[in-house]
């Protein structure tokens, strides 16, 4: 059994989580704790382009009901086509964060994310999976 998910599956999000949580240890180490999400999320896509991860900076994904498109939302950032990345800048990450976060995974049709905190005293993460 994987220590990620708590299953074996899912190897390749699991690996693109941990490029995720690494880059934002670097940014957090560069930048510390005092400034806006965005820019953490600027920081994190450049940290993640150096690293040869595939990222995108708030793409915009459709929201569908019954197959058909009904809003889009972007996310911070996606990782590989395959990870959610939300960002916060506040002094500490709130269970209605990570209900948000895993919220966004369900309406994008995406299994896995990462939740990351970079305004509390250490940074926060968390791994999330589709309500």
Not at 5 to 14: A, I, L, R, T, V
Not at 42 to 60: G, H, I, M, N, Y
Request: contains cysteine.
């Amino acid at each position: 059994m994987g220590w990620f998910f708590g299953s074996d599956e899912g190897g390749e999000e699991q690996e693109l989580c941990n490029h995720v949580i690494g880059a934002a240890f670097s940014v957090r180490r560069e930048l510390g704790g005092r400034f806006d999400a965005d820019v953490y999320r600027k920081a994190l896509d450049w940290e993640l382009k150096q690293r040869s991860v595939s990222v995108q900076a708030q793409p915009a994904l459709v929201v569908k009901y019954q197959g058909r498109p009904v809003g889009e939302f972007r996310p911070d950032l996606l990782v590989g086509e395959r990870v959610l990345v939300e960002l916060e800048s506040s002094p500490k990450l709130t269970p209605r964060r990570l209900d948000d976060a895993r919220r966004a995974l369900a309406a994008a049709r995406i299994a896995r994310g990462v939740v990351l905190n970079f305004g509390a005293p250490k940074l926060e993460y968390r791994r999330v999976e589709a309500a």
